[in-house]
């Protein structure tokens, strides 16, 4: 996979170096570039953000640097994402969609917003949540160590994403490593068990139990095995 991300603040992006995304780079699974589209900006002060027509609070990024540091990156076929918190909330099912691309370029903003024309470049707008950052720097990494850790080979174990939370539809059901008794506190026996079956249904009955506490929400879209629902049912 490659992955290009304009923005002004490139040194924001050496934390993607660090542990299994560092990786994943020194092994060639995913490239990730930078470019800093202030260099592109076409004014001797090397302005990249103008006042907003009409009036109003702030600064906006100008379309030109944006518009000219695109263009000197081929991106036929490329997924460009807009780092918006009025785009599409981002969700483990936008990290599968995504880790599935060839080539991913994502677009920071930062001051108070952007000059609308830039959205014709894009094919994607996607917000982290319903809140405000300074930038789009924060967002874009987030999105792409979700994305990322998807790509065959990144995880030690290729299974070890499929039970995490949200990629069954269902939170994660509660685990537990050594010692067996902690302070009191002990490893459900099922866990010691070694019964294989035992431990699959248990664990499939804590994460809909955990699901339905905490996030209902899920149960409503999440595909759910007959057995599942059948607990489910016992549950309530
Ligand atoms: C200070 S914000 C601008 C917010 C804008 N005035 C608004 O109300 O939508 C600057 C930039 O940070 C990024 N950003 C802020 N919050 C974000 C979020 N929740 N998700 C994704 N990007 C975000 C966007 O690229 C945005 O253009």
Redesign the pocket.
């Given at each position: 996979m490659k992955i290009d991300i304009l923005t002004l603040f490139p040194e924001m992006f050496t934390a993607l170096n660090q542990s299994m995304l560092g990786k994943a780079q020194e092994r060639g699974l995913v490239t990730i570039e930078t470019h800093d589209f202030r260099d592109n900006a076409d004014n001797k002060q090397r302005h990249v953000d103008d006042m907003p027509y009409g009036g109003g609070q702030g600064m906006l990024l100008m379309a030109q640097p944006i518009f000219d540091t695109l263009a000197k990156i081929p991106h036929e076929n490329a997924r460009v994402i807009l780092?918006?918190?009025?785009?599409a909330t981002f969700t483990q099912k936008k990290a599968e969609e995504l880790s599935k691309e060839a080539h991913l370029i994502f677009l920071?903003?930062?001051?108070?917003?952007?000059d609308e024309r830039i959205k014709t470049l894009v094919t994607d707008e996607?917000?982290?949540?319903d809140?405000?950052?300074?930038?789009?720097e924060a967002?874009a990494t987030v999105m792409i160590d979700a994305t990322v850790r998807l790509l065959p080979g990144v995880l030690g174990n290729v299974d070890s994403h499929e039970d995490d939370s949200f990629s069954s539809g269902l939170l994660e059901y509660p685990q537990y490593t050594r010692p067996e008794d902690f302070r009191g506190m002990k490893v459900p026996d099922v866990l010691m068990s070694g019964h294989h079956e035992n431990i699959r249904k248990w664990r499939l009955r804590e994460s809909l139990k955990k699901t339905r506490d905490r996030r209902p929400d899920l149960l409503e879209t999440a595909d759910l095995s007959e057995e599942a629902q059948k607990i489910l049912a016992e549950l309530s």
């Amino acid at each position: 996979m490659k992955i290009d991300i304009l923005t002004l603040f490139p040194e924001m992006f050496t934390a993607l170096n660090q542990s299994m995304l560092g990786k994943a780079q020194e092994r060639g699974l995913v490239t990730i570039e930078t470019h800093d589209f202030r260099d592109n900006a076409d004014n001797k002060q090397r302005h990249v953000d103008d006042m907003p027509y009409g009036g109003g609070q702030g600064m906006l990024l100008m379309a030109q640097p944006i518009f000219d540091t695109l263009a000197k990156i081929p991106h036929e076929n490329a997924r460009v994402i807009l780092l918006d918190p009025a785009g599409a909330t981002f969700t483990q099912k936008k990290a599968e969609e995504l880790s599935k691309e060839a080539h991913l370029i994502f677009l920071c903003g930062h001051y108070e917003g952007y000059d609308e024309r830039i959205k014709t470049l894009v094919t994607d707008e996607l917000s982290l949540g319903d809140f405000i950052l300074t930038g789009g720097e924060a967002a874009a990494t987030v999105m792409i160590d979700a994305t990322v850790r998807l790509l065959p080979g990144v995880l030690g174990n290729v299974d070890s994403h499929e039970d995490d939370s949200f990629s069954s539809g269902l939170l994660e059901y509660p685990q537990y490593t050594r010692p067996e008794d902690f302070r009191g506190m002990k490893v459900p026996d099922v866990l010691m068990s070694g019964h294989h079956e035992n431990i699959r249904k248990w664990r499939l009955r804590e994460s809909l139990k955990k699901t339905r506490d905490r996030r209902p929400d899920l149960l409503e879209t999440a595909d759910l095995s007959e057995e599942a629902q059948k607990i489910l049912a016992e549950l309530s």
